[in-house]
């Protein structure tokens, strides 16, 4: 698999493992997010089932957008600057938007 560069769009079929992946992952995080809320809605609602199922909830959205992305042939381009998202940094976190430099401290 190759990266995206930011002269030629990628078809999607070139991003399909990811596509398999992140699909695989989000019903992992609906599966994960549903148990959180039985556990939140107990009858003393407990604080970290209610922060974990939003933070689930917020990985589920970068994983709906990370698809639409796929879909749109911009998968692997950061959102950001536009350069390609190195193909370590998709395997280690598939529905990354953005490369490591914007996503730094420092900028």
């Known amino acids: 698999m190759s990266t995206v560069s930011t ?12 596509r398999v992946l992140l699909e695989t992952q989000r019903e992992e995080c609906l599966r994960q997010r549903e148990l959180a809320l039985t556990e939140a809605a107990a009858s003393v609602p407990d604080p970290v089932a209610v922060s974990r199922a939003a933070t689930l909830l917020r990985t589920i959205e970068e994983i709906d957008a990370a698809l639409g992305r796929i ?8 959102v950001h600057c ?3 998202i190195p193909e370590e940094r998709l395997e280690f976190r598939p529905f990354a938007a953005g490369c490591v430099a914007c996503h730094s401290p420092a900028h």
């Open 7 to 18: 002269t030629a769009p990628v078809p999607a079929t070139a991003f399909e493992p990811f």
């Open 82 to 84: 536009g350069s390609a």
């Open 71 to 78: 879909a749109a042939g911009s998968y692997g381009t950061c």
